[in-house]
């Protein structure tokens, strides 16, 4: 009998499967290539993980667009590892509001520094308004800006 198999999150891509997934690795800390299955001519099914979570990537159905409500979200150390994600993600893709992005690929990213996190749920629930004022004006998200509005600085 086999273990029963995890859960994954489906991405279609049009032709770019492997291509995008090894960026991702390439770019993002703990992302691994677990799987590249051919799935047919010039498309693969591609398994991967980033960060422990499991994802499959397809080739092949251009019915499906990609939807900004459907995106990764990938939580970040500090301000370096956020500016570097955001710039590599987003070069050739869009930037959104409030730390999601477009990358090259139609996959929709939100690049959320864990220090944010931590600001909007703070029990003083002034603070974390402020910081969450302050974040929808954004578009890559700025700690140091957080945080000073979190102190009432900003």
């Known amino acids: 009998m086999t273990d029963r198999p995890n859960a994954r999150l489906c991405i279609f891509m049009n032709d770019s499967a492997e291509e995008a997934v090894r960026f991702y690795a390439d770019t993002i800390p ?10 047919g001519e010039g498309q693969n099914l591609v398994l991967f993980r980033i960060l422990d979570t499991h994802f499959m990537a397809m ?11 459907h995106s990764i979200a990938v939580a970040t150390v500090d301000q370096e590892e956020t500016d570097r994600l955001w710039a590599t ?5 869009s930037e959104g509001p409030c730390g999601w992005l477009c990358d090259r690929y139609g996959v929709h990213w939100q690049i ?11 029990p003083d629930r002034e603070a974390a308004g402020r910081v969450q004022d302050a974040m929808m004006k954004m578009r890559k998200i700025d700690i140091a800006t957080l945080e000073a509005a979190f102190h009432g600085e900003a």
């Open 59 to 69: 080739d092949g159905n251009k019915s499906f667009e990609a939807r900004p409500d």
């Open 30 to 39: 703990n992302t691994h290539v677990d799987l590249v299955q051919p799935i």
């Open 112 to 122: 959320t520094p864990t220090a944010m996190t931590l600001m909007l749920s703070d």
């Open 89 to 93: 993600l987003s070069e050739n893709g």
